[in-house]
């Protein structure tokens, strides 16, 4: 049986620090119970099994040595085995024990039925071939049992050619980009817009097992001229047996935004019609849910002369038929019906879509429907089969296109435009010309009254990125517009695997501070029932206030403006708020323990936006973020408390994507960036100058990221230098003279090495524990247990929100301003449970219940009269005030739950 979470906390004996009350018979007990660890729940996502198979890949993780690397999986139900899972390691214990895994399932149908449960393998397990590779000189042949895919190792298509049963059903995919060197909006009489495609550098199998295969494209955009600009990573995951492609596309923004306008973003491929006539030849594309666009090239419904029931009905259904089959009047009449052969659908905003489409170029398009919300799906084909195309996060992410080109030609096109052609080209420039802030001091009045950092030469997307997920399916015949619907469905919510929260929570991953919610008392539902609405709110507030777009996807906003009824969208730093006060763990956190699949659909576009948008990947300011602002990259504060991997951490765990395990590798090395980056630069009264090689870090914000970035590295590889450093950096913070309360040190990243200080003087920011220090802290003494670390660390937990006088007792000094108390309750919580102090725990309650703006925060409806449109508001309300009181709302539930 499962142990429950409470068990857990009670009897913490896995990794326990010496420091805790806990007996070395109780540790013992409790690695033996977890290392006969039989099986492991699961549960799909979103409850229910998917509409079709998509294959998918998840992340569970391990207690202490419970699983070795080569142990082997299988998926069973309560009655047999399922299928066989591909595995790999995604972190370690420090015994070697396998902490994370990677599971790869190829055929997800018919799962919905009955319990799933995760078990080792005591038999041998005999594997098939799986996923054959044929490797040559120029290409890569790939064979899944289902579909044969030829990939380039040169050139600008990426993907050669598709064949279903040797028959040829795709070909030449190539990435695309349309940039001009004007915007569209400023009335510019010549606007000049070149092509750009894809041209490969590198191509090559990433992983690869028994049932999944990743192969991934490196590469740049070229002009008809050879200049290249705008890398891009290209990923492509196939599943044994499956007609259907996953394809991540990273996009990297290194152009200048001067000069560069980009209108349009695409992927595109030709499908061939194999000399099919144009009415078997089919379109679709999926609207609002369900409803599905379908239509012929040419069309024999609605005509004068009736082709008979039969005809019309195959061709409605993209069945084919044959010439001699239609009514003679009607054959006479062929070449009189229109081909239309170019369809566009166009996402041109979150709430609006429409259909239009043409006979050929040199003609007047013609306005087909039009729709709120597109599940971004497009199907191209005959009625000997096709491929259907479909972007994820079609309408939040927009403008978005999908657009076939040529149906009625021997080959037509498709292709999944992420910035739309028909929008307005991108515009990346900074939103004002810098108001004359030309000195530190005019540079910290402005940040003084709109709370933007703005320095010249900083507000810069030169170096960001941006990641789409997309979908190819390749069909035999025409789907059904149920089918087809149901694929887009797919598309939009992938089908994924997890474990439940008990167990989870049980293994104590993540820093073992929260635990699925109880509400057996007064308190524990009061503040449950808190978590929930603050949760449900923001989830709501995305919608009511439009929180979407290509750039913005994923993002809140920072603070609200009650005079105008509005987030301060336009006012500095209160505007998008850029992981600001751990948005992005108060979210995994609220999955973490509740289980809901639309809080982890919101984390996730969170993770994927964060990580991507609001930290730099080339340039001179990689791979720092950037702070709050209007523009995701507009402010000058470029720092790793953005960039940190511990916001990264969740959806790598949970999903194994690859991409985010680009993103935490990039911070391995991040802190070098603070020797030309200073993160301090304009509160420092007199220039820093740090000897070469060396960086001011301070122990809060700064190494709290590198921490998380280390710890990661260590946890992935096992790599002993980066752990050498990790501990190093724990013990020159312990050796200082007032520990965490010495504030910061020049700071030596090839050993990890704090300058030692030789004063008492105290330095301490509110901001110091509440970007992920507290988090990461707690799990790293999980796995490095360190008495002196540890001992200065809870010194500061305790110390933080202490009264004066014993702060001047234990520092010898109360100076310092300790704001966020509320905040810092958390410290408090987590001290009170490792030290067993009961009168230190109710201190904590008293520290967190003390905000009065708990209970009077609610969320209240605006009529038209004083809001457009009308909507619900929740007055006051402050994204870092939720994010901090959610995580320190669950961390208290966790530690001294059981002193209320």
């Known amino acids: 049986m499962t142990p429950t979470r409470r068990d857990f906390l009670k009897n913490s004996a896995l990794l326990a620090l010496s420091l805790g009350p806990l007996s070395a018979v109780a540790q013992s007990a409790r690695r033996a119970e977890q290392r006969n660890l039989k099986q492991v729940a699961l549960k799909w996502i979103d409850e229910q099994g998917p509409r079709v198979s998509l294959g998918t890949t998840f992340g569970i993780p391990w207690p202490l040595g419970a699983v070795k690397e080569s142990d082997a999986f299988v998926l069973r139900d309560d009655k047999q085995k399922i299928a066989n899972l591909q595995s790999w390691p995604l972190a370690f214990w420090p015994d070697g024990s396998v902490k994370w895994s990677a ?82 909006t400023e009335g510019v009489s010549v606007i000049q817009q070149q092509e750009w495609l894809s041209i490969i550098e590198h191509t090559y199998i990433e992983n690869q097992g028994s049932e999944r295969l990743l192969l991934r494209v490196d590469g740049f955009h070229q002009d008809q001229e050879g200049q290249r600009k705008f890398p891009f990573i290209l990923r ?28 349009g973003i695409g992927l595109s491929l030709s499908v061939p019609f194999h000399e099919q006539p144009t009415y078997n030849r089919y379109v679709r594309f999926v609207g609002d849910g369900a409803a599905v666009f379908a239509e012929s090239v040419k069309g024999l419904t609605g005509l004068r002369r009736d082709p008979g029931e039969d005809i019309r009905s195959l061709q409605v259904q993209g069945k084919a038929f044959p010439l001699e089959a239609i009514d003679e009047r009607v054959r006479r009449g062929l070449p009189y019906i229109p081909e239309f052969g170019d369809y566009s659908l166009s996402q041109l905003h979150a709430s609006a879509f429409r259909i239009d489409k043409r006979t050929t170029e040199g003609h007047s398009w013609i306005h087909a429907v039009d729709g709120k919300r597109s599940n971004g799906t497009a199907y191209l084909g005959s009625a000997e089969g096709g491929v259907a195309f479909g972007i994820r996060n079609f309408w939040q992410s927009y403008p978005a296109q999908l657009d076939i080109r040529h149906a009625a030609r021997e080959e037509g096109t498709l292709t999944a435009w992420l910035w739309a052609p028909r929008a307005p080209a991108m515009d990346l420039r900074f939103y004002h010309d810098g108001m004359g802030q030309d000195t530190y001091e005019k540079q910290w009045e402005g940040l ?38 149901d694929y887009a469905h797919a598309y939009q919510s992938p089908p994924l695997l997890t474990a439940t929260p008990d167990y989870l929570s049980s293994v104590g991953v993540f820093g073992d501070n929260w635990s699925p919610p109880a509400r057996q008392t007064a308190t524990e539902r009061a503040l449950e029932d808190q978590l929930d609405k603050l949760f449900t709110f923001y989830r709501e507030e995305v919608d009511r206030r439009a929180w979407y777009g290509f750039w913005n996807y994923g993002d809140v906003m920072h603070a609200y403006d009650e005079d105008r009824h509005v987030w301060r969208y336009d006012v500095g730093g209160f505007a998008w708020d850029n992981s600001e006060l751990s948005t992005d763990l108060w979210l995994w956190y609220y999955y973490l323990r509740s289980g809901r699949a639309d809080a982890f659909r919101m984390a996730e576009a969170m993770c994927r936006h964060t990580g991507e948008v609001d930290v730099y990947h080339l340039g001179k300011f990689a791979p720092l973020g950037s702070r709050h602002n209007v523009m995701h990259w507009g402010c000058s504060a470029k720092q790793l408390r953005i960039s940190t991997a511990i916001n990264r951490r969740f959806y790598y765990y949970l999903t194994a994507d690859e991409r985010t ?55 992935r590889t096992r790599d002993p230098k980066i752990l050498a450093r990790l501990k190093e950096s724990m013990r020159s913070i312990a050796k200082q003279p007032q520990g965490f309360f010495t504030g910061l040190s020049l700071f030596d990243p090839d050993t990890g090495s704090f300058e030692q200080q030789d004063h008492a003087k105290i330095s301490v920011s509110h901001l110091n524990a509440v970007f992920g220090l507290v988090e990461i802290v707690q799990e790293i003494l999980i796995s490095i247990p360190d008495k002196t670390f540890e001992q200065s660390w809870l010194s500061y937990c305790r110390l933080y929100n202490a009264s004066a ?4 007792e234990k520092l010898g000094t109360a100076a310092g301003k300790f704001n966020l108390r509320s905040s810092h309750a958390r410290l408090t919580a987590y001290a009170a449970a490792k030290l067993d102090d009961r009168q230190l725990a109710e201190r904590a309650w008293q520290e967190f219940l003390a905000d009065e703006n ?6 209240t409806s605006l009529t038209a009269e004083n809001a457009w449109p009308a909507i619900q508001e929740w007055p006051a309300i402050s994204t870092n005030w939720a994010a901090q009181w959610g995580l320190t709302a669950i961390q208290c539930l966790h530690f001294i739950g059981k002193y209320r």
């Open 854 to 859: 708990v209970q009077t925060r609610e969320v």
């Open 805 to 808: 006088e014993e702060r001047l």
């Open 661 to 715: 395990g680009d993103l935490l590798r990039e911070q391995v090395e991040a802190v070098r960036k603070l020797e030309d980056v200073v993160a301090l630069r304009k509160r420092i009264n007199e220039p820093l100058h740090a000897p070469k090689g060396k960086m001011l870090v301070g122990f809060g914000t700064d190494w709290g990221a590198v921490a998380a970035a280390w710890f990661t590295e260590w946890e």
């Open 448 to 485: 003084e009254i709109t709370y933007e950092d703005y320095e010249a030469g900083y507000a810069t997307a030169h170096g960001v990125a941006r990641s789409s997920e997309l979908y190819l399916s390749f069909f035999s015949e025409t789907p059904a517009t149920a089918t087809l619907a």
């Open 236 to 263: 492509f995951y196939i599943y044994k047996s499956q007609q259907t492609v996953k394809t991540m596309y990273t996009f990297l923004y290194d152009g200048d935004e001067q000069t560069d306008f980009i209108k």
């Open 103 to 184: 599971f790869a399932l190829s055929n997800a149908m018919d799962r919905a039925v009955g319990s799933l449960y995760l078990q080792k393998e005591t038999e041998k397990i005999k594997r098939d071939a799986g996923i054959r590779v044929t490797e040559g000189q120029e290409s890569f042949i790939i064979d899944n049992g289902s579909l044969r895919l030829e990939f380039a190792k040169k050139g600008s298509s990426v993907l050669h050619h598709i064949w279903i049963a040797n028959k040829l059903v795709a070909r030449d995919a190539h990435l695309k980009i349309l940039l001009q060197d004007k915007p569209d």
